[in-house]
DNA sequence: AAAGCGCTTTACGTTAACGTAAACTTCCTC
DNA sequence: GAGGAAGTTTACGTTAACGTAAAGCGCTTT
């Protein structure tokens, strides 16, 4: 009762920051399927859910037929026969070994990250100490004029 | 004096297995840039280096237009003027952001792979369950028949 | 009933990141 | 000195993931 059930193109696009375009290309791709109210799509609350895994797919570096492909595989896994479900371990293996990579890739650049902070400040901190000699160095020499 | 100081094209193409092609469109984008010996290009470290922060750049997400883009403020930064390192400084963040992003994207991912992969071995169970009741129910039969 | 809003289909255009093919040099080896 | 391996340039082709424009439908608001 608390969660809405049904949901236009454009409520989507709208909540998920992507275009109305964007939305009908994955459905014609085979990756979300609204049904019909005359010709006007209705999505449910699993396409939702799907489209923000098609996103955070993209995010993670997955292409839309691979993440296409988890979907198929996990709908037939649902009727469960046997190579079927040691296909999919296998698959969530690969995932598991991809998100290894983006962990390390990630750990690596933030070290980078804060390696080049650390220069940037100290760089900084080097300016302001010469703005400082500076103004000293103009503060003396208006002194010195004003007397003369 | 442990380290070679120069590679050629295949070198890094294998080192990193990529095509030459792709390290040839890499400098043609200006996000590498090898001296030559004749018309025959030579890698430096820094240019080893760059590689391999391209490569990663792409695994996270980044377009080589945006690496080149911090590659070059980088080397900017090296001759530092103020109002440049700080725009490091809130390119620094924007990466920091983007990285945030990633590293909830990968928890989330790595929660869905573990509860699916519970599933799917659940599901194995139940499917080796149910070949052993066929299996004793077959000796069974077997037995009987042995002895009819 | 005219106008506007939101949705639709159809279809051609665009960008990034290479792939692929052709034709050429340089150097080494047999 | 013929061939082969590794490099080069030039240039057209390809794929994914949409962008964009045109034309039309259904409803309601004025």
Redesign the interface.
Known sequence: MTEKKTFSISELASEFDVTTRSIRFYEDQGLLKPTRRGQTRIFSTKDKVRLKLIL?GK???FSLAETKETFDL?DE?LT?N?KQ??K??SI?DE??AH?E???A??A???LE?NT??AH??E??A??QKKKQQQESTIKQSGHTAEQS
């Open positions: 955070r995010r993670m570096g996990w896994t469960g046997e479900l040691l999919m371990l969530l995932k598991r998100i990579q983006q962990k890739d990630i690596m650049a933030e990250i080049r902070e940037c400040r760089a900084l080097e300016l």
